[in-house]
């Protein structure tokens, strides 16, 4: 992309600025001492409050006289410029600062009446990037000089008013393009605009922004780093341009619980990435609420030597796009923050209102500013995704040399054939061989370096295991390496400069390199040439240091590297001899005299004379870096993976190596030779003998070990080929396993505990677990006969024997629930972790339960539920146990469940722990504090005073929802006219039922969506490796992700060769039309009779941006309308068969086949019923019949229609499936059951209705009130109570 034309005004840069008010001189003064008194106020959310206006396209057109001026609105341009403007302008927030600046003013003024003491001026997307979506580049400069004079017109009125000050804060936002991220997912180094585009484009708004009269600026959400330092870039340039000098103010955007930006840096890497431009405050806004924005603003507030701020969301979106979180919810969180030391000013984003910011001024009023600014030792600080510190304790950073065109023959012939995802795997070899800076270079004739460069480091920008460390851009042409700078968000390694340009070069150079906020490497040159000797080094590099950390430049001592020049010895030239020597001599002398520098060295120039020798060129490395990093020597450019230990080295070959290095023998060079000669005939004998026995040595090496350890090494791999065999040969040892519980007691619960630490530091993923248990119960299963018999035997020696009792954990899906997976996953790992597990199974009646409990004197029990009536259930088994008397403590787990509900409906009703689990990693921890005598008093107490905090705040914001009657909503109900409506609802090709029997587990395949398969297993990437495939590229579960993935595909292939599964499905339509808020469904096309209504919900919730309140019936013509609807229901099922399937991994002790059928049977079910609603909206109902979507669309849900069921947010009533079951028939047509509890079996199943219309959309109906309740119960001829026993977890009121 080019920078288009701009209004001449824009282009001229004469240093002078056009600013309607002065520049008020002591502002960041001001701001210092204020901070150092009281936590400082940032506005809300622009966006939020525009919406309160309800503005329409016309709003945005509009000419407005302003401040006296009827050209406010148009400036020097035609008075029809917007009206008859091209393109759709409604959303374009900032174009209102020129059509509607009476309202933009107002804002402004609102939140400065409600205590804040900044506002950001209105111009987010206040660049020509942004506004190029609509077509007014042109007008970017009267966007911001505008948007700025209303604000600073606001402050200065209301700073009248109060006697207090008030700023403005030019708004710069992160743009519509990023600068890490390629748009096209075919070409990871493309990118839309470049690094000098974007810095164009920012500084064109500075300008207006600063003309404009704004007193600080905020570079403010930045999801992308790169973003950020174009636009720090820019506003630094235009400071020294323009002679101006304001407050910088940067604020970053953490997009989830990952703790990263959206383009994957954390926390950490942000701020070192963005500290070079010292702004006044940094903090984080944006895509959080402080909930779940305080673990991250608590890891800047520590690292920061700024001051901080946060402006987070008022919670996170709702299922509506608003936001939940009120003034009295926010503000005490944000109390709490400036208490503890995170903030200096505190504000709101999306979802926040004038409102909010009074609350938050009026809790943070009285409190003393608790933060200090951080006092960091001074050390080197560089950023990849991840931070690099070079504190004391790392001595030493190999820098990786494979990604050089120079030293590498096999990346530059990747290069040249422009193979660069090749080139990318070098540099991940290099990662994953220890590399912590990675090397890139494209110093060669014959290639053009700069667009290499950019190349490179855009894919790689784009690759989390290579880019989490940081680059060293390496090339002796300086533009070279300016363009992988450009290309790079971390903080880099700039290789390099010198004084060989000379003196004002030097300089001029230094400073840009400072300016896009890299470290630097000065080569130890002069105008002379190349330092040699130990005093050429020591002299130049001074000189070089005072230059660079003076007044002209400013860097940091420990932001310099010198590169004192690392040259080859043993060439056969007496005067190279003392190369290795001077420069071990002169690392000592120049850190002595630069504090804080640090020293580098290409490492492969010291051995060149023995090309083609790998393994005596890597001794002399080894050995060289033993003594130069004894001297102070901090870094290498080396091959990370190829350097041995230096006592590993041959004791001969060291030693020769150690005299030619430190020059203590007349004799080391021809000793050197000497030895490269033997090397290369053993290199000649090994290729003529082509034999490498050693990679075949190693693969069988565990096998030949003692039995313990072949016994927990097939444990911690998961290999169960062996354990039977190995499991014998240890019962047949009686010396060193007496009996056979102590080859359980012993090596088999070692590797179990092993693994159980593994797994808990997050080192070891379940499948893993899950394969090693497989092994474990093999192993256990062999032995078990044999100690049945021993004990039988023990027993009649000695018939009082008292046997050791384990813990006892008993596990169960409660009634009507079906749904095990995660239950299994939960007994897998507990009997990892040495506890005796129970599981009695699906579908469990309280008595059943409750009867195992006390029979098995379990010590805790599980109680697990995926459906919504498996809630109350779980409240109904509390009480019963309370009832009994019993006095174990329970665990609540299920997707359904939640600490909330566990809080305020299950644990009142029972006088003994009741804690939720998250997920089945935290399991064993919760047992073991509700177990251990030391610690479960405590944790018993903590879980309860939480619990009893949880239900205050719970019915505190029933108290505070706002909700409209239910007859109000009927009145905004959604309107659409439908008679006059261009396409007429269209009739399915039948009315009835059709029953899909036996259909082939391949066709369904395609359609399989895998995310929700690795949420089984507990797998989640990080971004930008969330989501299938890009998981598998995850550094942390890529590789057991990859694994599992290929376990499903081999069973997949079983499933279907051997039809051990049917796939069953029933789809039906009828003619309908909706009554209020009901739908009737005919008996025919005739309308008469009525065979089935289905009930919907209507949305109740008031919610201040809302205008429809929604109900499903909604969506289907009225019964007065004259418009003849239609409506599908579907019942389909992947799990017939799926019983005898477990049973036989039951039998064989499979718990990872059990678990992985289950989750393939879901998945399979899922996509049954994906490709089910293809064919009916392009055969079967056939109201699409061009469709033609990926299957990545249909993820998406690109298609026309949605297909809702009873249990989920736009019909939360499971007893809806009553009806459908009537209507489907599906226990006949499709062997799909009910349960009492309304769950489908087989478990592997999915059900639902269809929606043809084009503006049906999945919505959530939220909480509702007893008025709806009420006559929803009436409308179903259910009484009240049942009613509301189905709808609890959606009630707003307490029953």
């Not at 997307?125 to 042109?138: F, K, P």
């Not at 630094?236 to 959206?262: A, N, Q």
């Not at 174990?888 to 359904?896: N, R, W």
């Not at 998406?1196 to 736009?1210: E, F, L, N």
Request: aromatic fraction near 8%; charge should be negative.
């Amino acid at each position: 992309s080019t920078i288009p034309i701009m209004a001449s005004y824009m282009l001229k840069h004469d240093g002078k600025l056009n600013r309607w008010c002065p520049v008020q001189e002591d502002v960041e003064a001001y701001f210092r001492q204020t901070l150092d008194q009281r936590i400082m106020i940032i506005d809300g959310a622009m966006g939020t409050v525009i919406q309160q206006y309800k503005l329409e396209e016309e709003d945005f057109r509009t000419t407005e006289t302003f401040n006296d001026d009827p050209k406010w609105t148009t400036g020097n341009g035609a008075d029809d410029v917007f009206t008859s403007h091209a393109k759709e302008l409604k959303g374009n927030n900032d174009l209102l600062t020129l059509t509607k600046p009476s309202i933009i003013n107002e804002i402004h003024r609102r939140y400065f009446e409600a205590g804040a003491d900044i506002c950001e001026t209105n111009t987010f997307s206040g660049t020509w990037v942004a506004q190029a979506d609509y077509a007014l580049e042109h007008m970017v400069y009267d966007i911001n000089y505008k948007s700025a004079k209303l604000c600073k017109m606001a402050a200065m009125e209301v700073e009248k008013a109060t006697g207090r000050r008030r700023f403005c804060a030019g708004a710069i936002g992160p743009t519509n393009r990023t600068l890490s991220i390629s748009p096209k997912v075919e070409n990871a180094a493309f990118r839309n605009i470049t690094f000098m585009e974007l810095v164009g484009a920012y500084k064109d708004q500075v300008r207006g922004l600063v003309d404009g009269g704004c007193d600080m600026l905020f570079v403010e959400t930045i999801f992308d780093t790169l973003n950020a330092k174009a636009a720090l870039f820019a506003i630094d340039v235009f400071f020294e341009e323009y002679e101006v000098k304001m407050p910088v103010v940067i604020s970053g955007t953490i997009v989830d619980m990952s703790g990263r930006t959206l383009s994957g840096q954390t926390t950490e890497a942000f701020w070192i990435s963005v500290a070079h431009a010292n702004p006044l405050c940094v903090g984080l806004n944006c895509a959080l609420g402080p909930d779940q924005m305080r673990p991250f603003m608590t890891r800047l507030a520590n690292c920061a030597t700024c001051y901080t701020h946060a402006y987070p969301n008022a919670g996170l979106p709702n299922a509506m796009g608003g936001y939940d979180m009120g003034p009295k919810d926010m503000a005490p969180h944000l109390r709490s923050w400036a208490q503890d030391g995170l903030v200096n000013l505190v504000g709101g984003c999306c979802g926040t209102t004038p409102d909010h910011i009074k609350a938050i001024a009026d809790a943070v009023a009285d409190v003393k500013p608790a933060r200090k600014i951080p006092d960091q030792p001074e050390y080197m600080r560089l950023s990849g995704l991840e931070p690099m510190i070079f504190t004391p304790e790392v001595r030493f950073a190999n820098i990786g040399e494979r990604c050089n065109v120079a030293g590498s023959i096999r990346f530059k012939k990747m290069v040249v054939a422009n193979d660069w995802g090749k080139a990318a795997e070098v540099a991940q070899n290099q990662v994953e061989s220890g590399a912590q800076l990675l090397d890139v270079n494209f110093d060669d004739g014959m290639l053009d370096g700069e667009d290499c460069m950019r190349k490179f480091c855009n894919l790689i920008a784009t690759e989390p295991e290579i880019c989490k460390i940081p680059v060293v851009v390496d090339s002796s042409k300086f533009d070279v390496c300016v363009a992988g700078l450009e290309c790079l968000q971390g903080k880099c390694l700039f290789n390099s400069i010198s004084l060989k340009v000379g003196e004002e070069e030097f300089i001029r150079q230094a400073k840009l390199v400072k300016r896009y906020g890299a470290a630097v490497i000065v080569m130890a040159f002069d105008e002379n040439g190349q330092a040699a000797t130990c005093e050429d080094k020591v002299r130049i590099c001074k000189r070089a240091f005072d230059l660079i950390t003076g007044p002209k430049v400013g860097f940091k001592g420990y932001d310099v590297v010198f590169d004192l020049n690392i040259l080859t010895i043993c060439t056969g030239l007496e005067e190279h001899n003392n190369y290795g020597i001077d420069f071990i001599k002169a690392t000592e002398q120049v850190k002595a005299l630069c504090p804080g520098c640090k020293i580098s060295g290409g490492l492969s120039n010291l051995s060149f004379s023995f090309r083609g020798l790998e393994t005596i060129r890597e001794a002399m490395h080894s050995v060289f870096l033993y003594h130069a990093i004894q001297s102070g020597m901090d870094m290498a450019i080396v091959n990370a993976g190829n350097l041995p230990i230096y006592d590993d080295i041959d004791k001969t070959l060291r030693d020769n190596c150690e005299k030619a290095i430190l020059n203590q023998s007349s004799t080391a060079t021809e000793d050197m030779l000497e030895l490269a000669e033997i090397e290369k005939t053993r290199i000649e004998e090994l290729k003529a003998g082509g034999v490498d026995l050693v990679k075949k040595k190693e693969a069988a090496e565990w096998r030949s070990k003692p039995v313990k350890d072949r016994l927990i090494h097939a444990l911690l791999k998961g290999i169960d080929e062996f354990i039977v065999i190995d499991t014998e040969e240890a019962r047949l040892d009686k010396v060193a396993y007496p009996v056979p519980l102590h080859i359980i007691e012993g090596p088999l619960m070692e590797g179990m505990n092993i693994i159980g630490d593994l797994f808990g530091a997050g080192k070891m993923f379940l499948p893993q677990v899950i394969k090693s248990a497989r092994v474990m119960k093999k192993a256990v299963a062999h032995l078990t006969p044999f100690m049945e018999e021993d004990k039988r035997l023990a027993l009649l020696a000695n018939p009082d024997m008292a046997a050791t009792k384990p813990v006892k954990v008993l596990i169960a899906t409660v009634k009507g629930d079906v749904h095990d997976i995660g239950k299994n996953i939960v007994g897998v790992v507990l009997g990892c972790n040495n506890y005796d597990v129970v599981d009695i199974g699906v579908m469990c009646s309280c008595e059943k339960i409750l009867d195992a409990a006390e029979a098995e004197q379990c010590d805790v029990l599980g109680l697990s539920g995926l459906i919504t009536p498996s809630l109350d259930e779980m409240v109904t088994v509390a009480k019963e146990m309370k009832r009994r008397g019993m006095k174990i403590p329970v665990m609540i787990g299920g997707a359904t469940t939640s600490r909330m509900h566990t809080a305020v409906k299950i644990e009142p009703v029972y006088d003994f722990p009741v804690v939720h689990v998250l997920d089945a990693s935290r399991a064993v921890t919760v047992v073991s504090s509700l177990l251990d005598p030391d610690l479960k008093d405590d944790f018993a107490a903590d879980t309860r005073e939480l619990y009893s905090e949880m239900r205050e705040e719970h019915y505190a914001s029933l108290e505070e929802r706002k909700f409209l009657t239910v007859e109000k909503c009927r009145e905004k109900a959604m309107r659409v006219d439908w008679k006059n409506r261009p396409v007429q609802p269209i009739k399915p090709s039948f009315l009835g039922r059709r029953a899909f029997k036996n259909v082939p587990l391949e066709d369904l395949i395609p359609y399989i969506d895998w995310n929700p398969f690795f949420a089984v297993w507990q797998l989640r990437g990080k971004y930008p490796n969330r989501g299938y495939p890009k998981i598998f590229e995850d550094e942390t579960v890529g590789v057991e992700a990859k694994k599992v993935f290929d376990d499903a595909q081999a069973m997949l292939k079983t499933l279907v060769a051997g039809r051990k599964l049917q796939a069953n499905g029933v789809a039906a339509f009828y003619a309908c039309n909706s009554v209020g808020d009901d739908i009737e469904v005919y008996e025919d096309e005739e309308r008469i009779t009525v065979k089935q209504t289905l009930h919907t919900i209507r949305q109740q919730e008031a919610r201040e941006e809302q205008t429809e309140y929604l109900a499903m019936s909604d969506f289907i013509a009225p019964k007065g309308s004259g418009v003849k609807d239609y409506i599908g229901l579907f019942a389909v099922t992947a799990g017939i068969g799926m019983d005898k399937l477990l049973k036989g991994y039951e039998d064989a002790n499979d718990d990872y086949s059990k678990i992985m059928a289950q989750a393939l049977g879901d998945r399979l079910a899922e996509a049954f019923a994906e490709k089910l609603h293809v064919d009916v909206r392009t055969k079967e109902w056939g109201y699409a019949p061009a469709e033609g979507l990926s299957a990545e669309d249909l993820i998406k849900v690109k298609y026309d229609g949605i297909r809702p069921a009873p249990g989920y947010p736009s019909q939360p009533d499971h007893t809806e499936k009553a009806a459908m079951w009537d209507l489907l028939t599906a226990h006949d047509l499709a062997s799909i059951e009910l349960t009492e509890s309304l769950a489908m079996l087989p478990a592997a199943s999915v059900s639902g209705l269809y929606f043809a219309n084009p503006e049906s959309k999945y919505f959530a109906v939220g909480k509702i009130q007893k008025d709806q309740v009420a006559d929803y119960a009436k409308r179903k001829k259910m009484d009240l109570e049942t009613c509301e026993r189905w709808l609890a977890p959606m009630l707003g009121y307490d029953r």
